[in-house]
């Protein structure tokens, strides 16, 4: 069989407003099964379970965080698995999703990053991971309106795929979602960067910078070695001229490595003239990291000197730790016990 959300709207099965009514049913209402889109003729249904699935996974878990995110780990149809993450605030709902099993970017706050790269996930695996949240929390699909492509793997080295999932997102006959909601993170890519502004979909760009300098990014990052700040800062600027959207750059603090006040002063003068926010992350802990985060004191006093130097800065407190769903801790552990299991048929 083949994945339906690999289809934009417009060439879904069926004739006319079938088609649309299908999108309906996917986008709109989050049906996992064919079964369910009973305004269908029963042998449209019939024929379409015969050649097309709904989900990308075989089984599909979910770990909920006492501060109300839920860890979701899948597994997916040929036996590998991938992680997503779900935060809902008072005035909207969030997903982290996936890029790849695994990543190849090697960071060395990241436990993903020490599992090493799998392979890259389809445009229908990313979309999957948004409806299958969706669905265990009792949601329409349409009802999640912010996206982060922040969790496992490096977006812009599955730059393709990635982007036929976001060209779906902001289909209207699709999820109708707003290019402002929907953030690509990238450790510095150039080459997609460069693609990125191009497309000019609208979506904002997050730079995992980390450091001002590249002596200090060579240890945090391994792919530092290819890609000079110099160059990622000027691919980001391109972006920036062509699309006027405001870039954030995101900084795990890590004790006696990036957290000097001199590099804070180095990263604000490397920012200026750039419309670009700093969003500072405290480190979260993993079995077997080899770095150390800057303690609460140090953390406020770098984004004190940021904000005394003119810098946009806020502090990105994680979500979801206790169930090793925050920030770079994503590596397909279970915690025990499951809290919550998922109701029946959603793992199909």
């Known amino acids: 069989m083949r994945p339906i959300l690999e289809l934009f709207p417009e060439e879904l099965p069926g004739e006319g407003f079938r088609k649309a009514q299908i999108a309906h049913w996917l986008y709109a209402k989050g049906a996992l099964e064919f079964s369910e889109m009973t305004d269908l003729p029963k042998a449209l249904r019939e024929a379409l379970g015969r050649e097309w699935r709904l989900s990308e996974f075989a089984l599909v878990e979910a770990y909920p965080s006492r501060d109300g995110s839920v860890k979701y780990l899948f597994t997916l149809l040929d036996g590998q698995r991938t992680e997503a993450v779900y935060m809902p605030y008072e005035n909207r709902k969030t997903v982290c999703l996936s890029s790849m099993v695994g990543c190849p970017a090697g960071c060395a706050f990241c436990a993903t990053g020490a599992m090493g790269f799998g392979r890259n996930l389809t445009a229908a695996e990313i979309l999957s991971q948004l409806l299958a949240i969706a669905h265990h929390q009792g949601l329409s699909p349409r009802e999640i309106r912010n996206v982060v492509l922040m969790g496992m793997g490096e977006p812009l080295l599955n730059l393709g795929n990635v982007l036929k999932a ?167 552990k279970v915690p025990k016990p499951l809290l919550t299991p998922l109701p029946e048929g959603a793992g199909r």
């Open 166 to 332: 976001v060209r779906i997102m902001l289909h209207k006959k699709a999820l109708a979602m707003s290019p402002r909601r929907i953030t690509l993170s990238t450790v510095g890519i150039p080459k997609g960067i460069y693609r990125l502004a191009e497309e000019d979909l609208g979506v904002r760009l997050a730079l995992s910078l980390h450091a001002p300098d590249d002596e200090t990014r060579k240890r945090i990052i391994p792919t530092a070695h290819r890609y000079p700040i110099a160059e990622i800062l000027e691919a980001v600027r391109h972006y920036y001229a062509k699309t006027k959207r405001r870039v954030t750059l995101e900084y795990t603090l890590l004790k006696g490595m990036n957290d000097d006040p001199w590099q804070a002063r180095l990263l604000a003068k490397l920012l200026k003239g750039l419309s670009a926010h700093v969003n500072l992350i405290p480190f979260n802990p993993w079995e077997g990291a080899p770095v150390e985060g800057t303690p609460r004191a140090g953390i406020l006093a770098f984004a004190e000197e940021l904000r005394r130097l003119g810098v946009p800065t806020s502090i990105r407190w994680s979500r979801g730790q206790d169930v090793g769903a925050a920030c770079g801790q994503l590596a397909l």
